[in-house]
């Protein structure tokens, strides 16, 4: 299982817990976690990446195991911790006021 | 007994208030989609508990929200606003070409007819369509492929598409109003369009009466006469009797006619009302003081109505789709301002009383007159 952390604006879009566990299979990658968050919460889809392009949002980063992988291709496999369930991914709104 | 129920978008959620026809005591409901900007909510006419709200963020972007219970709850619909074919390059501030870029809908207008259709005006400019209660959305590309699109410049709060008129005589025709590109209007359901602007003038501009690039900030109708059109542009208050093809200057004896609202009384076709602000580099009310201006001749002869509203040390602002009037036999009148006050008059604006006095800056005001 895949631990994913979604940030406050989105648990309450899509009415889920702050951390949702999603079964992706072997070789898990940013694209493929979240094909497999979208299609469990339909109404994510646009609000993380871009609908056309898939493009990750400007103000949206992706963090795990005290690493940035905004800038990684979305096919790259993501770290073992995470493939394991030991370490969640974060999906996080860049910081700002509001 | 009838009432009226006046939603409210803010900067941070929206927010539901009823009252009975006295509209003296309310409920306040909300925030719904709190510490998202709620740019416009608003029902359908052919079924008073649909209602459609557009939510947005700068990080997650765009939701539509669709209640089928009159705002008890609310579910995300279709979200995707993909504009059709190749989108182009319009003019950035500065005059350079500049892609297409879906931001945000700044106004949502259902059918007079069908609840389950709804048009959305979104920035950058582009008008969509919505057949089956906001799952998806369509363009309508004939807005955009004018062939002045590539002209079409923002202005200071976006290139946004803020405005729509449905008109009640005739399905096939539609008015739409743009920052900074000016008003335009369909005969044809949609499908094609041709800009109304003559008769106005903006300094702003390099050709000051050119077809298109005039920041007309709302316009407004009387259901009973769709011909006749009220404006209010970024300077300026205008008026079409003849469904846009000509307008000429109303401003008269308005202390500023600069702003962003304006409204006709539900009963008296002939009464107008606009909040004037005091410049464009000053966007707060003139003189301190919240007034706003009725006219009960079309336009040209204004009146302050201020009993009831603050008249000193305010700055606030009262946004373009930040007006409504209801169809009460005492027709009300409703504002929200950036300063988080939502103000109500039963009696046409001879008197006014805040709703409530500290919500989020306000966004957008729209009223149901219930049954």
Redesign the interface.
């Known amino acids: 299982m895949i631990r994913v952390v979604i940030?406050?604006?989105?648990q309450?879009?899509a009415r889920a817990s702050r951390e949702v566990e999603l079964d992706v299979g072997s070789e898990p990658s940013l694209r493929s976690v979240l094909d497999a968050l979208e299609t469990r919460y339909p109404?994510l889809?646009?609000?993380?990446r871009d609908?056309?392009t898939q493009r990750r949002?400007p103000?949206?980063r992706f963090f795990a195991c005290e690493r940035d992988l905004s800038h990684d291709a979305p096919d790259t496999p993501l770290p073992d911790a995470v493939a394991t369930g030991a370490e969640p991914l974060l999906i996080v709104?860049?910081m700002?006021g509001? | 007994m009838s009432g009226v129920r006046v939603l409210v978008g803010t900067r941070k959620g929206a927010f539901v208030l009823t009252s009975d026809g006295a509209r003296r005591d309310w409920t306040i409901d909300g925030p719904h989609f709190a510490g998202w900007e709620i740019y416009h909510v608003k029902g359908s006419p052919a079924d008073p508990n649909r209602l459609y709200a557009s939510q947005s963020s700068g990080w997650f972007g765009q939701q539509i929200q669709r209640s089928d219970d009159g705002g008890k709850t609310w579910a995300p619909v279709g979200n995707a606003f993909v504009y059709d074919g190749v989108p182009g390059t319009h003019q950035w501030y500065d005059g350079t070409p500049h892609p297409w870029e879906f931001a945000r809908v700044w106004h949502l207008e259902p059918s007079l007819t069908d609840p389950n259709t709804v048009y959305a005006g979104v920035e950058d400019a582009a008008l969509f369509r919505s057949t089956d209660g906001g799952q998806s959305w369509h363009e309508l590309p004939g807005l955009r492929g004018h062939g002045s699109g590539s002209a079409w410049q923002p202005g200071a709060g976006g290139m946004c598409l803020h405005t729509i008129l449905l008109d009640p005589a005739d399905p096939q025709r539609m008015f739409v109003a743009i920052s900074a590109a000016g008003a335009f209007r369909s005969d044809d359901g949609g499908t094609t369009w041709q800009p109304i602007n003559r008769g106005l003038r903006s300094p702003q501009i390099p050709d000051q009466d050119a077809e298109v690039g005039h920041c007309v900030h709302r316009i407004a109708m009387h259901a009973s006469r769709p011909n006749v059109l009220f404006m209010q542009k970024h300077w300026d208050v205008m008026r079409s009797d003849d469904a846009g093809d000509s307008w000429r200057e109303i401003s008269g004896n308005l202390p500023s006619d600069f702003g962003f609202p304006i409204d006709v009384h539900a009963h008296e076709p002939e009464t107008l009302y606009v909040v004037p602000i005091k410049s464009d580099s000053e966007h707060f009310v003139p003189d301190a003081k919240l007034r706003v201006y009725r006219s009960r001749s079309g336009g040209n002869e204004w009146e302050a109505l201020t009993n009831g509203l603050p008249q000193r040390d305010c700055y606030v602002n009262v946004l373009r789709d930040a007006m409504a009037v209801d169809a009460l036999d005492s027709c009300g009148v409703y504002f929200g301002t950036t300063g988080g006050q939502v103000y109500a008059s039963a009696d046409a604006g001879d008197s006014w009383a805040p709703i409530v006095r500290d919500l989020p800056s306000v966004l957008s005001v729209e009223v149901q007159t219930l049954p």
């Open positions: 940030p406050a604006h989105l309450t879009l109404m889809r646009g609000a993380i609908h056309v949002r103000f949206v709104g860049a700002a509001g």
